[in-house]
């Protein structure tokens, strides 16, 4: 058995290759790409997109001046 494995970016060309699969009387198999986006979000991803989203708040608030972000030293003597 030989496997062949082709990359079609065109709806067109794919159901042209699929219909001379056919029509050579052919066993084939679709895989199509795992969109990222449209998979549930694993827990430690989640934990990580919360992460980020309140970070990335905090900054707009910081350069709105509504609030002030801690200094390096400020962080190296809390954690010390």
């Known amino acids: ?3 062949l494995t082709v990359n079609i970016d065109n709806k067109k060309t794919e159901k042209a290759i699929k219909a001379v699969l056919d029509a050579l009387g052919l066993d084939y198999s679709i895989d199509q790409p795992v969109d990222a986006a449209s998979r549930p979000l694993t827990k ?3 934990a990580m997109y919360k992460r980020l989203k309140r970070s990335l708040n905090e900054i707009k608030l910081h350069q709105e001046g509504k609030i002030k972000l801690q200094t390096i030293e400020e962080l190296l003597a809390e954690i010390s």
């Open 44 to 46: 430690a991803e989640q």
């Open 1 to 3: 058995m030989t496997t």
